[in-house]
């Protein structure tokens, strides 16, 4: 058949599926058109999520640097402090065996006068030593008549006394001294049973 012989009903029928062909076809071009412009978007929107991961690990990352060096700022401090504080520890520690030497000397009876007088100037220096060693924070531990404390107390001897309480300290074998909050050596005592 060709389109002399075609009714105008069959022309109308061929018209309309022809439109429908051309609608169809503009149809699928914008759908192809609609989803290019949203494969773009999409990736686009893709792109800013990724940046903005990537942005906020890069700031979570910087703020963890600033806190470690500010950690590292605080330490630094805290041990120029705790040098500072603690720098005469050493030599008072070296120093506390000659208190002891000082006053194992001056408990010696003195008969003669030479001798009262050598008693008299080791005294004189013994003072004038403890006035220094106190000025640096050294400090005698209290220990006699006390609760026995294994924080500052040592104890090497123990004895029964029935005018102390259990666990107080009788005697005090040999001083102990701390430099400001820190014990520099333990008092060693003898301790009630």
Same mark, same amino acid.
């Given at each position: ?7 105008? &009903?069959?022309? &109308?029928?061929?018209?309309? /599926? ?28 893709? &792109? ?11 700031? =979570? ?8 060096? /500010? ?7 805290? /041990? ?49 030593? &403890? ?17 026995? =404390? #294994? ?13 102390? #309480? ?14 400001? /909050?820190?014990?520099?050596? #333990? ?7």
């Amino acid at each position: 058949m060709t389109e002399k012989n075609l009714t105008s &009903e069959e022309l &109308e029928v061929t018209a309309t /599926d022809e439109e429908e062909t051309a609608v169809a076809g503009d149809s699928v071009e914008e759908a192809i058109v609609e989803e290019e412009t949203l494969s773009v978007e999409d990736e686009k929107d893709a &792109e800013i999520a990724e940046l903005k991961k990537q942005l906020l690990e890069e700031e =979570d990352r910087r703020l963890r640097i600033m806190a470690d060096l /500010d950690n590292t700022r605080r330490r630094a401090t805290l /041990d120029k402090e705790a040098l500072q504080k603690y720098r005469s520890q050493e030599v008072l520690t070296n120093l506390v065996q000659v208190l002891d030497n000082f006053e194992r000397g001056l408990s010696v009876k003195a008969e003669s006068e030479d001798a009262k007088s050598l008693l008299t100037g080791m005294e004189m220096v013994f003072r004038s030593l &403890e006035e220094a060693l106190k000025s640096s924070g050294l400090t005698e531990i209290e220990a006699a008549g006390l609760e026995f =404390d #294994p924080n500052f107390h040592q104890a090497v001897m123990t004895d029964s006394n029935d005018n102390f #309480p259990s666990g107080s300290v009788l005697e005090v074998l040999q001083k102990g001294y701390t430099l400001k /909050d820190r014990v520099l050596r #333990p008092a060693m005592v003898k301790v009630n049973e």
